[in-house]
């Protein structure tokens, strides 16, 4: 049987939410994860937590933890972004899908750094396709 995807084309962001965090909930008490092949590298993901100069040392399952927060973080902005995109009509997220899928919850003010919050217009879209991502279907 195929996956039900994170979200249905259509669907509107509180009810994506709504059942978001209960998918990944289940999801997570049915897995049996394959601790030899993470779906990230945990090699990065424990470079970046020693990148705090108050971390000494990481426990064994610390980074298969954060791999783990960092899938269920991806999946909710890359959704988040579906929405948008989908209301506007469009099956390819780009840098300012992104941008104002963050720019809906405080949640994400953190990322204001990395992601500013306004995309800048530019005269003949430059630059915009190494800013898009292709929704392809599994």
Known sequence: STPKPFVAT??????????????QVDAAEQETPDYRH????????????????????????APILFCKACEIFIAEI????????DSNKRRTLSRSDIAKALNKSDQF??????????????AGGTGSAK???KKTSA
């Open 78 to 85: 890359t959704a988040r972004a579906f929405i948008i995109a």
């Open 109 to 122: 003010d953190f990322l204001i750094d990395i992601v500013p919050r306004e995309e800048p217009f530019t």
């Open 38 to 61: 993470p779906p990230l590298p945990l090699a990065r993901i424990k470079k970046v937590m020693k990148s705090d100069p108050d971390v000494k040392m990481i426990a064994a399952d």
């Open 131 to 133: 800013s898009a991502v």
């Open 10 to 23: 259509g669907e509107p962001l509180h009810e994506f939410l709504r059942s978001f965090w209960q998918r």
